[in-house]
């Protein structure tokens, strides 16, 4: 399928920084899930995150689910606008577990900065 090729991983970059306000992603070679690396910026009223040189690697054969043999970044920078004081009650109301609809294996993470 054209879309797991080089040329397709940049459309559907092209196409995500087109339809998400505040994204920024480039890619100019290779393909985001082979480990070949991109950089990522978004932004909006709340959030500030940049990625550079993201890795993400996927192995497919060896597990049940979405297995990551990589996750790796040159540099990882998130920043969280000051949210208005909430109670203790309000606070503890909107926790949430977060499920999958399977299994997720995450070899390994690497980064050079986190800030």
């Given at each position: ?36 690396p ?21 192995f497919?054969w060896?597990?049940d ?38 299994n ?7 980064k050079?900065?986190?800030?």
């Open positions: 399928c054209l879309l797991f090729t080089a040329p397709g991983n940049q459309f559907i970059a092209y196409s995500a920084n087109k339809m998400v306000d505040g994204l920024h992603i480039e890619i100019e070679k290779g393909r985001f899930l082979y480990n070949n991109f950089n990522v910026s978004f932004k909006n009223q709340s959030t500030d995150f940049k990625a550079q040189q993201l890795k993400i690697d996927l497919w060896q597990c689910g979405l297995c990551i043999e990589n996750v790796s970044a040159r540099s990882v920078k998130l920043a969280l606008a000051n949210a208005p004081e909430a109670t203790q009650q309000s606070t503890s109301a909107t926790l949430a577990k977060i499920t999958f609809p399977g997720i294996a995450l070899t390994t993470i690497a050079n900065e986190f800030v």
